[in-house]
Nanobody, 122 residues
Framework: QVQLVESGGGLVQAGGSLRLSCAAS????????MSWFRQAPGKEREFVAG???????SYKDSVKGRFTISRDNAKNTVYLQMNSLKSEDTAVYYC????????????????WGQGTQVTVSS
C-alpha cells in the first residue's frame, strides 16, 4: 500500500521561506516520478514542480528560481524548498507519485498525499 504524507506547511510572511516534505511508504521515490501540485481556493489543481526517476526536474514558470524540488533516497522523502514566497503561492500543496516519466497533468498520477496548507500573508 502506497502512502504519501506531506508536512511543513504553515503561515509565513511574503518574502519568507518554507520547506515541504513528502514521506513515501510502499514505493521508492528514486524509482518514481514525484511531483508537487497546488490548489488555491476556487482554482484548479496545478503542477508546481516535479522530479523524474532520473533526477531531472521541471517547474512551473512562476516558481522558477524560487522553488527547488529535491529528494533524499535514504529517507524516501521528497522536498519542496520554497523561497521568496508571494501571496499568490497560497494554496494547499499536494505530493503525487507515478510510475514512468514525469507528467504535468493531474490524471497522470497514481498516488496522492492528503495535502498541506501554505498561507502567505502580504
Amino acid at each position: 500500500q502506497v502512502q504519501l504524507v506531506e508536512s511543513g506547511g504553515g503561515l509565513v510572511q511574503a518574502g519568507g521561506s518554507l520547506r515541504l516534505s513528502c514521506a513515501a511508504s510502499g514505493r521508492t521515490v528514486s524509482s518514481s516520478a514525484m511531483s508537487w501540485f497546488r490548489q488555491a481556493p476556487g482554482k484548479e489543481r496545478e503542477f508546481v514542480a516535479g522530479m523524474g526517476w532520473t533526477g531531472g526536474t521541471s517547474y512551473k514558470d512562476s516558481v522558477k528560481g524560487r522553488f527547488t524540488i529535491s529528494r533524499d533516497n535514504a529517507k524516501n522523502t521528497v522536498y519542496l524548498q520554497m523561497n521568496s514566497l508571494k501571496s499568490e503561492d497560497t494554496a494547499v500543496y499536494y505530493c503525487a507519485a507515478r510510475t514512468g516519466g514525469l507528467r504535468f497533468e493531474i490524471n497522470g498520477y497514481d498516488y496522492w498525499g492528503q495535502g498541506t496548507q501554505v498561507t502567505v500573508s502580504s
